[in-house]
């Protein structure tokens, strides 16, 4: 059990709760009028407040804050959140361990002990983001899997396997288990937490943050949590509040059934369009109303997954009997769901379908009218009825079609261009011996670009614009939830028994986040069906969802490649930006399990599942999406006959032990790391090189260039991708310089350990699209300082030569998508010293501020363009100096000079939001700060 300390109790809340034959201490939130008519998700912040008040970071005044909330003001308090414990990624969770590990050895050399490194509160790390998809439709996937995941990344296992003997209150869950939120919500979740405190039980809400983004799925338990960068994390291991306002609170009423024939996945998409549209970001989301009896746990936790593609903080579910049933199921023990019930009760924080709880702005969805859909092809909030799936690919798919394949040319002679209306022939499936199509008339016109091709196992068959390469039922939104995977079991149940097969260009995969979805398929006897299909099981993890797509097969991969082909993947996942699934794919559509499958039948996007059959029957039948899809009632008594307690018991019953390779893998020892010199995994972070007791003075930024002139929406993929490494970019030659052949350069993710790696992969997504060049993509730059063009990497080693400090221009929703504090690590070893932007993303504009990184936006309505900025300017930035005097600058003055001496000078709001995020940046980052407070502390 964690130990608890508290101090402070001004308001008198600490009192007793009797459950069962025991009692806990709790901080009774009616002991503060006012507290008690706030919402769910801000009762558990003032019982956060309550329970930490010290007098110093957590006073009377933030707790009185909340008591006095005024629901329609813009939020401007701020108030310290201490989480309960965190959860980690080993793709951002191994940058933190090497953090740790590096500060251990700062905190020597400035004269403290480096055993005080430790987290403060329980760090949980899952390893789940390196399994990679070389394997597929095998029975033997998951082995070859398992060992190349090995051979890859056993340095970054050692050191893991280090940090979890080294440091106190962390503890790794091996790979091969699962995905870090299926485990969080099957396991690790405790909805309330217990700790001791000076001789007694005191009992609290479990909070948790996460270094990633889809933390957010234990909202669904009622659990308050969000995705941090894991500089944030690190912070909170080690006992930092996190500075935070109190947020604006959208209350989202839930009505009425979903509807047979739709699915969880449906209504996330619904849920992710209405909320993007209405504008969340930085808000907390709250559902309530009737409808949410309705809602099974494990949908609610598909909808708290995609939190970050609403772009709030934290979608949350409070709890009630579904909560319980759920927690039940999962094995958790009678006691613990005890406590959860008669705390939750006694806290006012039970559910009440009935009451209309204050918020700050209201929305409604009825359930019964969503329809079946998918979302692409690169955003999560593009949501296409699957009804206009067709129509909306056709008209989609110009945009993504280079001049090559549009324009016929006599020189191919393989290759049959069509752009009249045709529709496509549906092919026979592995059976055919040639599988080429005819082309017959169809509805709508859309380019062709048809190319033969022979596949491994000798059938013939054509590849064509729009033509699904990858089929993946992936990532922990959709895996987690047994309605979606046993429907898409069910469905291949039906297809496989009808003689119906994958196309033979689709790369099938099934990744489950967590062993029991593979002991339930054991048990309704479904495996079969799904190998028949191709859906083998490939390994327990994030893997296409992330990237982790593997290569496609070698001529599919070629084929693409040199005839231009614009090909596309179908992912039950949750994120589909560029470049992020796989190098060959331009076009990436998420949807649910059961659509995922359907569309590896049908093989290509341009499919109406309404009007076009997937193939014929043994007796030559036509058979239509409508003929195989499952009824809720035979999805539901399935569940109902092969799911129970035992199953999720037995499977967390050695979550942490591993496997024979996991348990083999020799140990290094000691409180402090051996680094190994010509490691290319796991290197010494630079970040406390030359750190000194006290921060250096802010100063003003002069004489700085443009690095980067970028557009709306770029993702911290765009900015640090965790997909595959180019041979010929900053990052592969490096590793090539240092001996790695080419087919062990794993991806930018394994390799976060690695800052040499990581720095010459920041920018480097394929898909970045840099406007001070001209029609370039990639991680490309031009020198200002010789007008060539370079990669970013080799550019920002000329300026920093220079001694030039650099600036990046964006546009709105800098930094969108994963929390991946690499992103601005990365930015800040490149030696961007501000950036400068139409909006933030929330987590992005944290992090650039505790890597010391200013980040700016333009004046109301002012974007790069209207202020006649093209990226050649020198910049100037006057006013941040105001900090050394403990005042935070509401805009500072930038002035930008034209080659030709012409000016450009405007105020540019900065978006150091509270005071804690000014001591982060006078100190040159967070984990400076920490590691100076540490040293002080301890002194």
């Known amino acids: 059990m964690e130990e608890y300390n508290v101090s402070v109790d001004s308001f008198g809340a600490r009192s007793a709760l009797e459950v069962g034959d025991k009692t806990y201490d709790i901080y009774r939130l009616d002991a503060v009028p006012g507290l008690e008519k706030l919402p769910y998700s801000l009762k558990v912040l003032a019982e956060n407040l309550l329970r930490t008040e010290d007098g110093a970071n957590v006073t009377a005044e933030h707790i009185n804050a909340l008591a006095t909330w005024d629901a329609n003001a813009e939020p401007d308090k701020e108030i310290q959140f201490t989480p309960a414990r965190v959860v980690m990624q080993d793709f951002t969770g191994v940058p933190c361990v090497v953090d740790l590990a ?292 056709a008209g989609t798919l110009p945009d993504y079609i280079s001049g090559k394949g549009v324009e016929p040319t006599e020189l191919d002679t393989e290759v049959e261009m069509t752009m009249d209306a045709s529709d496509p022939i549906v092919p026979t499936g592995h059976e055919a011996e040639d599988d080429q199509r005819a082309v017959a008339p169809k509805a709508s016109s859309r380019p062709h670009r048809t190319v033969p091709i022979t596949m491994p196992d000798g059938t013939k068959t054509t590849l064509d614009h729009g033509d699904v390469v990858i089929a993946s039922i992936t990532s922990c939104t959709n895996t987690s939830n047994p309605s979606v995977m046993m429907a898409a079991a069910l469905l291949a149940k039906k297809a496989a028994d009808l003689g119906l097969t994958s196309k033979p260009w689709v790369k099938t995969s099934m990744a489950p986040g967590s062993k029991v979805v593979t002991d339930y398929y054991e048990k309704a006897g479904l495996w079969p069906a799904l190998q028949a299909l191709g859906f083998d099981l490939v390994g327990y993890g994030c893997t296409t969802c992330i990237g982790n797509s593997g290569p496609l097969p070698e001529d599919i991969s070629r084929v693409v490649s040199e005839e231009d082909l614009t090909v596309v993947s179908v992912l039950s996942g949750n994120r589909n930006f560029e470049g992020r699934i796989n190098p060959d794919v331009k076009m990436n559509y998420l949807a649910s399990p059961p659509l995922v499958i359907a569309y590896a039948l049908a093989g290509t996007m341009d499919f109406d599942f309404e009007t076009e059959s997937l193939g014929k029957d043994h007796l030559g039948n036509d058979v239509y999406l409508a003929d195989i899809w499952p009824s809720q009632h035979e999805v539901e008594a399935t569940i109902d006959a092969t799911i129970d307690s035992d199953m999720f018991t037995r499977s967390y019953a050695s979550v942490f032990d591993g496997d024979d390779r996991w348990k083999a893998l020799s140990t290094p020892e000691g409180n402090t790391f051996e680094w190994e010199e010509d490691s290319t995994y796991v290197r010494k972070a630079p970040f406390f090189d030359g750190m000194t007791a006290e921060p250096q003075p802010v100063e003003d930024i002069t004489g700085a260039r443009v690095l980067a002139k970028l557009g709306d929406s770029v993702t911290t993929d765009h900015i640090s991708p965790a997909g595959a490494i180019k041979a010929d970019s900053p990052a592969g030659r490096y590793l090539s310089e240092h001996g790695i052949d080419r087919k062990d350069f794993n991806s930018y993710g394994s390799r976060r350990g690695n800052h040499e790696v990581m720095i010459r992969g920041t920018f480097a997504n394929i898909r970045l699209r840099n406007q001070l060049l001209d029609n370039v993509e990639g991680g490309y730059t031009k020198n200002l300082l010789t007008g060539e063009q370079q990669a970013i990497f080799d550019a920002s080693e000329a300026y920093q030569e220079a001694g030039i400090p650099l600036v990046v221009l964006g546009g709105k929703e800098y930094g969108s998508g994963s929390s991946r504090d690499w992103a601005a690590k990365g930015t800040a070893l490149l030696g961007v010293k501000a950036v400068i932007t139409e909006s933030f993303e929330r987590i992005h504009r944290s992090n650039l501020i505790g890597m010391g990184v200013l980040p700016l936006e333009y004046p109301a309505g002012q974007t790069a363009d209207t202020l006649g900025l093209d990226g050649t300017e020198t910049f100037s930035i006057s006013g941040i100096t105001a900090l050394n005097e403990g005042t935070t600058p509401k805009t500072v003055e930038v002035v930008a000079t034209k080659e030709n001496g012409e000016e450009i000078t405007f105020d540019a709001n900065v978006r150091i939001d509270t005071p804690g995020e000014a001591d982060y940046f006078r100190h040159g980052g967070i984990l400076q700060y920490v590691l100076r407070s540490l040293v002080k502390a301890n002194a």
Request: glycine fraction near 10%.
């Open 102 to 393: 590096t500060m251990r050895e700062a905190v020597a050399e400035l004269g403290g002990n480096p055993e005080s490194i430790n987290p403060l509160n329980p760090a949980e790390l899952v390893i789940d983001h390196s399994v990679q998809i070389d394997a597929f439709g095998s029975s033997q996937a998951l082995e070859i899997n398992m060992e190349r995941e090995y051979e890859r990344n056993g340095e970054r296992y050692q050191f893991l396997r280090w940090g979890q003997g080294a440091f106190k209150n962390f503890k790794v869950v091996p790979p091969g288990t699962g995905i870090v939120h299926q485990v969080n919500i099957e396991y690790l979740a405790r909805v309330t937490m217990a700790a001791e405190d000076k001789g007694a039980i005191v009992a609290y809400p479990d909070t948790c943050v996460g270094t990633d983004s889809h933390t957010t799925m234990v909202n669904g338990l009622g659990v308050l949590g969000w995705g941090v960068g894991g500089i944030e994390a690190e912070a909170a291991m080690l006992g930092q509040p996190i500075s935070m306002l109190i947020p604006r609170v959208v209350g989202f009423k839930l009505k009425g059934e979903i509807p047979a024939g739709t699915t969880a996945t449906d209504v996330v998409l619904t849920i992710t369009e209405k909320l993007r549209n209405h504008g969340v970001v930085g808000k907390f989301v709250e559902f309530y109303g009737e409808g949410v009896a309705e809602v099974p746990l494990a949908n609610r936790a598909t909808i708290g997954n995609m939190s970050p593609e609403f772009g709030c903080t934290a979608a949350i579910f409070p709890v009630d009997d579904v909560t319980l049933d759920y927690m039940r199921l999962t094995g958790r023990s009678a006691d613990q769901v005890a406590l959860v019930e008669a705390y939750s009760k006694a806290q006012g924080m039970w559910h009440d379908p009935q009451a209309e709880p204050l918020f700050s702005e209201y929305l409604e969805l009825d359930l019964s009218t969503v329809v079946p859909s998918i979302a692409g092809p690169k955003r999560p909030q593009d949501r296409v009825a699957l009804t206009e799936s067709k129509a909306s690919f």
